[in-house]
């Protein structure tokens, strides 16, 4: 009775995929796909689950669930986050699965896509129950993971930290190093120079691109900023010092204000003293209502899933708005933004940068050749702006959305690497 429960108010989540999702139902039918393509399309390669006992702090032990989709492999080794959420189903995680196969295909890095992770909540285990727990899921998944069959990642509520603990206990199974088993780990154990801010940075290589295309000049433009969390923050960080105008932040506290624009840094200053971005000295108060529909040239979402939609969807004012969250407009929102020429650049575009630079710390770790940070940045740019221009092409040449275009494009590339390999 307790996992129906959970899996009810999970259901709730699953929103976060239904914008992609019933994108592709009208896209199965555009592109005339046969019925094995959509069947092959449809479901993963392979999930599974697993129950382990893990010795608590009070002595006793206590049953965990986990979870691992992968859901295609015809591009290479599946890649994907690990994220502990006491609503977990793997129902959910198959959606975020496909997604991830989607999007490795789109930034046209040799992966497929996987999602995993553990029902549990966090804030219940102390550091050393949270360790056991990672330890032991790890050693129930280590057959089905390695550096060319499945590689995890961060995801949410799971860090650095976390990575560190499933590098370790999978070179104690294998008695070997093995650092391109996990990407997200710290630098000084074989992580990638720009992963922390990759996301953030990623979507401004997107959003520049766009800009250039549109022959639209930054001066002329504000850009509020929904949600200032780490992806928020930092790219807000990243546009301001790249001179934009950043007038509007918030996080769930509230947000602030300044028509001639923040200084980003003292915002941060005072989000990590008080815990909040509201009442900034010479700034304005503001809802995250408010912020969605001001007058601004550019919104950036960065926050969480369906925040504008049916009811908020006709105040929106921005020309272009950059997804950094997943899924922060429903499809109905979102068709009625296009119909008003709004340029939305996409969350499967837009936000992943994370997944390139994990990308490039698995080259690192299998070459042990480790990139200054000028060259991940430059590889980065390029892999961002090179899908972002194949994209925009398809929009063209369709008269389509981008999310649409963007969807077709990788759908295309995993459907030619299934035929390659005879499985069509």
């Known amino acids: 009775m307790k996992q129906n429960k959970i899996e009810r108010i999970h259901s709730d989540s699953a929103r976060t995929c239904k914008l992609c999702m019933e994108e592709m139902e009208t896209l199965y039918e ?11 399309l449809d479901m993963p390669k392979r999930s599974f689950t697993v129950h382990f006992p893990v010795r608590m702090d009070s002595g006793k032990v206590k049953m965990f669930i986990g979870h691992r989709v992968q859901y295609n492999d015809a591009r290479g080794p599946t890649k994907g986050g690990i994220r502990y959420h006491p609503e977990l189903t793997i129902e959910y995680l198959q959606d975020l699965a496909f997604l991830m196969s989607i999007k490795c295909a789109l930034v046209n890095i040799p992966f497929g896509g996987a999602k ?16 056991r727990v990672t330890r032991a899921y790890i050693r129930e998944i280590a057959d089905y993971i390695g550096p060319f069959k499945d590689i995890p990642a961060p995801d949410v509520y799971t860090d650095e930290q976390i990575m560190v603990w499933i590098l370790d206990e999978f070179e104690k199974i294998r008695r070997e190093h093995t650092p391109s088993i996990v990407t997200g780990k710290p630098v000084e154990l074989g992580g990638s120079h720009v992963r922390k801010y990759s996301t953030s940075l990623g979507g401004v290589f997107i959003l520049e691109e766009a800009l250039r295309k549109l022959d639209i000049d930054r001066s002329e433009l504000c850009v509020a900023i929904q949600g200032f969390g780490k992806v928020g923050s930092n790219v807000a960080r990243i ?12 996080d769930s506290k509230g947000g602030i204000y300044k028509p001639e624009g923040l200084d980003i840094k003292k915002v941060i200053d005072h989000k990590t003293g008080t815990g909040s971005v509201i009442d900034l000295p010479e700034s304005q108060n503001i809802t995250n209502e408010q912020l969605l529909a001001l007058d601004c040239g550019i919104l950036i979402p960065a926050a969480l899933s369906n925040q504008i939609k049916r009811e908020n969807v006709n105040d929106v004012k921005a020309k272009i708005i950059l997804e950094l969250a997943n899924a922060p407009l429903t499809m109905e929102a979102s068709r009625t933004l296009i119909d008003r020429s709004v340029l939305i650049i996409p969350d499967i575009l837009a936000n992943a940068g994370g997944v390139v630079v994990s990308y490039f710390e698995w080259i690192q770790n299998l070459s042990q050749d480790y990139w200054e940070e000028d060259k991940v940045l430059e590889r980065l740019r390029e892999k961002m702006i090179t899908a972002f221009e ?35």
């Open 239 to 250: 546009l301001y010092e790249k001179g934009f105008t950043v007038c509007a932040v918030s």
């Open 30 to 40: 555009h592109l005339a796909m046969s019925t094995d393509e959509i069947d092959l």
């Open 390 to 424: 194949k994209v925009h092409d398809i929009c063209l040449e369709q008269n389509c959305s981008m999310r649409r275009a963007a969807l077709q494009f990788a759908i295309q590339r995993i459907l030619y690497a299934e035929r390659l390999r005879g499985n069509l």
């Open 116 to 131: 995993g992770g553990i029902v549990v909540n966090t804030r219940e285990l102390s550091r050393g129950e949270l360790e």
